[in-house]
């Protein structure tokens, strides 16, 4: 009836060992305070209980040197949790640069997963073990948040923009996800498993189910369908930036600042178009596109552009230099040019 | 004319007028702080029943009670009536209404008519509240997170929210009035550093809710706004961001949660010197600590959010500041302690529950620091370590401290004595059931375990089993007092002015006291608070 009763999570990643260090040295650090209090108190309370009904103790108001010791004695150990625990945070929240990219959306009351190899998924996530993997995530609806207990993860998931969380699996198996922010009706039924499966074995699954393309030739074919292609073709039109070599590269605004073409940036374009247009650029030319291309299809647009480069990891000046090369390596582009160098435009001087 | 004299005496404010109009109309602190002993009990048995059938609908991992739309309900409708029409006001506007103005040697608070009106709008707010409840509920959560809230949930958000954000108004009344009191009324002599600690907490938690109870009404307006109006403010689908409302809610409400221990705090400050004989030890660290505790309680808010998007460097600051804010937490926990130690210790109730406290209150911020840890919060954010980290503090903390403080002053508010044996048996299983409830929801939610599920795999029963028996036991100790109080007010031994020989000034007067409290105005003379040196003639120690 009372199956897998158990008093210690499953640890299954890079992180939950950290964790489950820290974890357990404060924990035995506050039951040892606690415990000494719970002694103290305990004593204090049975060595000098009343004997007599008109008993008065001692009357001691204060010890200056006792309540200094006790003010400053927790604050410095507090501090030590502190630089501990916020060390420990920037590595759960600062993705490796070698990780996979998967695409999570979630909504009332599911979670949709893209791999970038093409392969769907609802409630249930596979990864492959010893690879770090990076979730850029979005929710459809309202607030959601993505919990992994046993690899210690957990981040929101929100309306709107993107969140990212990333994980890197230590043993095979079968864990638990929970949508850990209360999201309506169906919330404990907003769950799923991740499969954590030997490189072997993750491949076999990736190639058994092989989808008609990659997450990114979805993103070119959406990119073609909504239109996209017309303006942001590779010849040198100049009404449109040039895409490629664009991903993660800063961009110069007409305002003069300078923003990173992420995820976000990328995404906030198909929403709201005329906000922070690109310098050399004028505002009203692109259209909106809300509430014609989901979450999903933004995804994989993202993928695509992100696959026109440059190449994650490599540092390349930004001379527009470098786009036709890019250009060249990209298959099926509808776009006649190929010598644009309108992108140099768009990026930093 | 000998009985003239003795009935001139024995007039009291509980008998001096007589009927139903007497109560409603009454600008008297003590008669208004029992119409709210009557309205917050009454809250407090419902928003139990609601926990109680959430914990019957978790025995099971799957729905076998009530469906998770009820469920929704159940958690949201506990939350809701617990913080707003329980918790905030609960020993402030019972206990603080009833003694601020003796401890200051007053004759009642500066406002009276605003007090009494203060209760009004708080019975106004609670039945809004109330018809939200019976009209099909709220399914948000008492958070009322966007956009769910504003674009999402179908159910009665608006009704709550105009329910709470009139109770508001009732909470800005009564803080202004216990300033104004404090700061206005007290008895020649009495300065700032010869005031018990009871005044000092609930001066810092007035000041606190006069501050950030506005915040929260005008969020819960633009809530409203949103979800009637379409006014895009936190649903980004309307061009607004949702985790604005987190901002402004957390500004209020984790200011909020310390509104909800600092009145508990003021209580155990007062029950431990009193029952160990031992002035406050370190009183102006004790004093100045509330006052730290208001100051850093609106510098932490993000720690609500270090897992919703939250910049790492932002997390950072409002990690430091709830490490910072559990100093003077701890300072407390210490002193408490330090008082009783050489001390004349007795085993009365009222000490039980504070000694209660102080246990409960150590494990509850013990488990806040942890939660106070950012590498530590993404695992055991929105988990059930959460949900216990608060119990420990409002339930183990304020409740405990809610009881202890009832037991302590009953004498004086009704004249009458409770039945210890009974009462110490009762603390006894309120301490006992409180730990089996919660401390199994520490380990579920180390293990994972998520908020809010009406449904959970099949790992989690035993401890939520657990928990449920627990929260039995817990109903038994609530319910006990409840009955021996009535009787007692009824039935009991009478009271002297000062049954426990303690030095404030409200037990300087008789039990229970006249109308305007004093015949005569105190003189405060004596140099310190607690001062039972000076007092031992009067008090007949040795």
């Given amino acids: 009836m009372i199956t897998n009763f158990r008093l210690w999570p499953v640890s299954a990643s890079s992180v939950a060992g950290q964790f489950n260090l820290l974890f357990v040295v404060l924990l035995i650090l506050c039951t040892l305070v606690s415990v000494a209090i719970a002694i103290f108190l305990i004593y204090s309370v049975i060595r000098y209980h009343r004997k007599s009904e008109n008993e008065l103790g001692s009357q001691k108001r204060y010890n200056i040197p006792i309540e200094v010791a006790w003010t400053v004695i927790p604050f410095i150990l507090f501090m030590a949790f502190y630089v501990w625990g916020a060390n420990l945070y920037f590595h759960i929240e600062r993705p490796p640069d070698n990780a996979i990219s998967m695409y999570v959306v979630g909504k009332q009351w599911m979670w949709k997963i893209q791999h970038p190899e093409g392969q769907r998924e ?26 992994v207990p046993a690899f210690r993860t957990k981040q929101d998931v929100l309306p709107g923009r993107y969140t990212m969380t990333w994980f890197e699996a230590t043993k095979p198996g079968k864990y638990h996800l929970f949508c ?74 007409t305002t003069g600042q300078t923003v990173t073409a992420d995820d976000s940036y990328i995404r906030r374009k198909l929403h709201d178009p005329d906000a922070q247009v ?25 993928s695509y552009i992100k696959a026109l480069g440059p190449q994650p990891g490599t540092q390349e000046p930004s001379s527009s230099g470098a786009a036709p090369t890019q250009y060249g390596t990209q298959k099926g582009i509808g776009g006649p040019g190929a010598t644009s160098n309108a992108g140099s435009q768009v990026e930093k001087r | 004319m000998a009985q003239a004299v003795a009935e001139a005496i024995q007039k009291n404010y509980l008998n001096e007028k007589q009927g139903l109009l007497s109560w409603l109309l009454t600008t008297d602190h003590k008669r208004i702080a029992i119409l709210y002993t009557f309205s917050i009990t009454g809250f407090f048995f419902l928003g139990g029943f609601f926990a109680l059938m959430m914990r019957l609908e978790l025995l099971s991992p799957t729905n076998w009670l009530v469906s998770s739309e009820t469920y929704n309900k159940l958690f949201t409708m506990h939350g809701t009536i617990m913080v707003w029409f329980f918790l905030i006001p609960s020993i402030p506007n019972t206990l603080g209404n009833f003694l601020i103005p003796m401890m200051v040697g007053a004759k009642d608070l500066a406002f009276p008519k605003l007090n009494l009106a203060s209760w009004y709008v708080f019975m106004l707010g609670g039945g809004v509240t109330v018809y939200a409840l019976v009209r099909g509920g709220v399914d948000t959560g008492w958070t009322f997170y966007t956009p769910f809230s504003t674009s999402y949930s179908t159910t009665y958000v608006v009704a709550a929210a105009v329910g709470i954000f009139i109770a508001g108004f009732s909470t800005i009344m009564t803080s202004l009035n216990f300033i104004a009191t404090i700061h206005r009324m007290r008895a020649p002599g009495l300065t700032w550093f010869r005031l018990p600690i009871f005044i000092w907490s609930m001066y810092a938690n007035s000041v606190i809710l006069v501050l950030n109870t506005p915040v929260l009404a005008i969020t819960l307006v633009m809530v409203g706004v949103e979800r009637i109006a379409k006014v895009g403010i936190f649903d980004p689908a309307l061009g607004g961001d949702p985790v604005l409302f987190q901002h402004l809610f957390w500004f209020y409400s984790h200011p909020a949660v310390y509104t909800m221990v600092l009145p508990g705090m003021a209580v155990i400050s007062e029950i431990v010197p009193a029952f160990s004989r031992k002035p406050m030890f370190g009183y102006k660290a004790v004093a100045f600590s509330s006052v730290a505790i ?29 490490f910072c804010v559990a100093v003077p937490s701890a300072i407390k926990v210490f002193n408490w302690t330090a008082t009783m130690y050489q001390g004349s210790v007795s085993w009365d109730t009222p000490m039980l529950y504070a000694i209660g406290f102080i246990g409960l209150f150590t494990i509850g911020g013990m488990t806040g620091l942890m939660l106070a840890v950012l590498g530590l919060d993404v695992h055991l954010h929105d988990t059930y370590f959460v949900i216990a980290h608060f119990h420990y503090i409002m339930v183990g903390g304020t409740v405990m401290a809610f009881l202890g403080g009832v037991h302590y002053w009953w004498p ?76 007692a007010w009824y039935y009991g031994r009478g009271a002297t002015p000062n049954p426990w020989r303690a030095t404030g000034l409200e037990w300087k007067t008789p039990s229970p006291p006249p109308a305007h409290n004093f015949e005569v105005t105190p003189v405060v003379t004596a140099p310190r608070p607690y001062d039972y040196e000076a007092m031992k003639e009067e008090l007949q120690l040795v």
């Avoid at chain 1, 073709?233 to 993660?248: A, E, K, S, V």
């Avoid at chain 2, 270090?306 to 600051?317: N, R």
């Fill in chain 1, 122 to 147: 609802i409630n249930e996530l596979h990864i492959p073990v010893g690879r770090p993997v990076k979730l850029t995530m979005t929710s459809e609806d309202v607030i959601h948040s993505f919990f």
């Fill in chain 1, 180 to 253: 850990a922010q209360y999201c309506g009706t169906k919330h404990s039924g907003m769950i799923g498993w991740i499969y954590a499966m030997n490189p072997v074995d993750y491949q076999n699954w990736l190639t058994q189910g092989a989808p008609e393309g990659s997450l990114a030739s979805n993103g070119e074919k959406y990119f073609h369908q909504f239109g996209c292609a017309n303006c942001h073709h590779f010849n040198n039109q100049g009404r449109c930036p040039d895409l490629r070599n664009l991903y993660m590269r800063p961009v110069l605004l």
């Fill in chain 1, 278 to 302: 690109p310098w050399g650029f004028s505002a009203g030319v692109m259209p909106n596109f809300t509430g014609i291309v989901s979450e999903e299809q933004i995804l994989a647009l993202i």
């Fill in chain 2, 294 to 322: 208001a100051a850093l309680s609106f510098l932490v808010w993000g720690h609500h959010m270090f897992v919703a998007g939250e910049s790492v460097y932002v997390a950072m600051a409002f990690s430091f500041f709830s």
């Fill in chain 2, 412 to 487: 004086k508010i009704s004249g009458k004595m409770y039945p210890e044996g009974l009462a110490r048996i009762s603390a006894a299983i309120v301490f006992i059931g409180f730990n089996l409830t919660f401390f199994p929801q520490y380990v579920l939610g180390y293990l994972g375990m998520p908020r809010r599920y009406a449904a959970y795999p099949e790992e989690f029963q035993m401890l939520h089993v657990l928990s449920t028996a627990g929260a039995t036991i817990l109903g038994v100790g609530y319910v006990l007092p409840l009955c021996y109080l009535i009787w």
